[in-house]
């Protein structure tokens, strides 16, 4: 198992950590399975298994574990494996591999239904390790100060999508190079809207981490902007209000991008020009932690309060933001930027001061209410600017409001990172079907990515009122399914030859295999301790196990199976 850069190089001696029974109370959205394991004793455990966003909780009559996912890193265990859950099951077994700070468990469900749903969620908060196998680069086509970004196709279903590498020797050697990474992957999977990037997978590999994002086709807004001059004023509407739409998400979310400019602004296509799309969360950090930069942002760009700001006072809001729209809003209508100067020195002072002239010949031009709009979001004093939440509420933007409540709702309640079923895969009667980008002032509606049936069983069975571990609890124990209950393992007809029989895992053919081929333990020898552990299980039970493992011990130079 490779080391994670995500662990800085830290491990741990158990995958589950105790936590207050209070922590889940906080979470929002639930999964909840009871999953199958194997135990040290080599029997076959039941464990219920919580996942939010955040974190999987382990729960128990007792108690409540948690481990963290967001540094977690998932392998999908194919349904042909040889591990010892499935080969000890009736039934056909899907399982998950979850590993962080050197430990790993293995767990196990039947009910396919509700592995897709995990599955998904997995890929879409977890981190991946299967990049090169799943997907195909062509080409770059960009290049940041941190990462290169590639186009790519997703074998399993064709598409398209952006790829966002990150070296994991450079970003080491950066100042907080790693930090970062992580802060970025955390503020995207917050966000969930039409007009901000798409974060749908992360993946490590040996040197390289990788973003799975939306690929944006349009280009540049200043590219555009320059091919075809000045934009219309009902196409300006449109594009200024789908950029504070996705402002307000952000805030609403107390996130604030910090990093405001036209290069972070693409079009979704060429086919309009208002789909416009937030990109680059680099410097993006959430009011609700500790930034780890406190001044950033881009010259002509920048609120003035970020360039004012002291450590020890008050940090800025979220309106830093709204100085920053208001400043492309003005450079899209006048064509210049109201801070102009020979080098970045002279416009870092007259950023700083933060005047701006609102009789400039062009901005008189524009419509009355849109100057009005503007002119509040450039408001030096933090007091007397808009919140983008006030700006989505200025009489400028009063039609397309009614629009965009019922768009916005539609998108958003589409079940996050369900991309991998758009082929119409059939569920029950329904089928899921692929999501397209929304446009906001599209009439046709968003069809849903999930059946309401699996939308029922993806539900948390809490409810509202008394705490939400006493009502698992409760719930395990009304069942009867504690974290520790036995499940008979398949039985096979007993044969005379058959009762040493043991389901060596992959690990322990390794360790076999890796004995420098000179002592050869035998699996049934007295002194063995897996001869100990075969005597216990031939009290009782047999165990199935595939028949090349029993080859082993007839070999002189034992080899590694291929699917090892």
């Not at 767990?107 to 990049?131: G, V």
């Not at 100067?341 to 419509?367: C, T, V, Y």
Request: some cysteine; glycine content about 4%.
């Amino acid at each position: 198992m490779q080391q994670s850069i995500f662990d800085f190089g830290q491990t741990t001696s158990k995958f589950w950590q105790n936590c207050d029974k209070d922590l889940l109370d906080e979470q929002n959205e639930l999964l909840e399975h009871e999953f199958l394991v194997s135990s040290k004793q080599r029997q076959i455990k039941k464990m219920f298994l919580v996942m939010s966003q955040n974190a999987i909780f382990r729960i128990s009559v007792q108690d409540l574990k948690q481990a963290p996912l967001m540094t977690m890193h998932v392998q999908f265990i194919e349904r042909q494996s040889d591990n010892f859950v499935q080969l000890n099951s009736d039934e056909q077994l899907f399982g998950f591999q979850l590993s962080y700070q050197g430990k790993n468990i293995e767990i196990f469900t039947s009910d396919k239904l509700n592995y897709d749903i995990w599955k998904c969620h997995f890929r879409r908060f977890a981190i991946l390790n299967n990049f090169h196998e799943t997907f195909l680069v062509s080409k770059i086509i960009g290049k940041g100060s941190f990462a290169k970004v590639y186009s790519a196709i997703k074998k399993e279903n064709n598409t398209q999508y952006a790829i966002k590498a990150f070296s994991k020797i450079y970003m080491s050697q950066q100042s907080k190079g790693i930090e970062s990474i992580l802060n970025e992957i955390k503020i995207m999977r917050r966000l969930n809207h039409p007009n901000i990037v798409k974060l749908y997978e992360v993946h490590e590999t040996t040197n390289s981490v990788y973003f799975v994002l939306d690929m944006i086709q349009g280009g540049e807004l200043l590219s555009r902007v320059r091919e075809i001059g000045f934009l219309p004023a009902q196409t300006m509407q449109k594009l200024a209000f789908n950029l504070i739409s996705a402002l307000s998400h952000m805030h609403d979310n107390r996130i604030i991008h910090r990093d405001l400019k036209p290069e972070n602004l693409l079009f979704r296509s060429t086919e309009n020009n208002y789909e416009i799309i937030l990109a680059d969360f680099g410097l993006a950090t959430s009011l609700e932690e500790e930034p780890l930069f406190k001044r950033c942002g881009t010259p002509g760009f920048v609120a003035p309060e970020v360039l004012d700001y002291i450590d020890g006072q008050e940090f800025y809001s979220d309106k830093c933001d709204v100085f920053s729209a208001g400043i492309i809003f003005y450079l899209l209508i006048t064509g210049n930027t109201p801070f102009v100067g020979n080098d970045q020195r002279s416009i870092l002072k007259k950023n700083k001061q933060g005047d701006i002239d609102f009789k400039e010949h062009h901005f008189k031009l524009a419509p009355i209410q849109m100057q009005d709009l503007i002119q509040s979001m450039l408001q030096k004093k933090v007091s007397y600017r808009l919140s983008s939440q006030e700006c989505m509420r200025h009489p400028y933007f009063k039609q397309l409001v009614k629009e965009y409540k019922i768009s916005i709702e539609k998108y958003q309640n589409n079940l996050l990172g369900y991309q991998e079923f758009n082929n119409a895969i059939k569920m029950g009667t329904q089928e899921i079907e692929q999501r397209s980008p929304l446009n906001f002032n599209s009439s046709e509606s968003i069809s849903s990515n999930i059946s309401q049936n699996r939308q029922d069983q993806r539900k948390s069975s809490i409810i509202v009122g008394a705490s939400k571990f006493s009502q698992y609890s409760a719930k395990l124990s009304k069942q009867n399914s504690r974290e520790i209950t036995d499940i008979p393992l398949k039985q096979e007809s007993r044969k005379p030859r058959d009762l040493h029989r043991l389901a060596l895992t992959n690990s322990q053919l390794k360790q076999i295999a890796n004995n420098q081929f000179e002592n050869i333990e035998d699996p049934t020898a007295e002194d063995n301790n897996i001869g100990i552990m075969v005597r216990q299980y031939n009290s009782t039970r047999q165990i199935r196990i595939p028949d090349n493992t029993l080859k082993i011990k007839q070999c002189n130079t034992p080899t590694m199976q291929k699917q090892l």
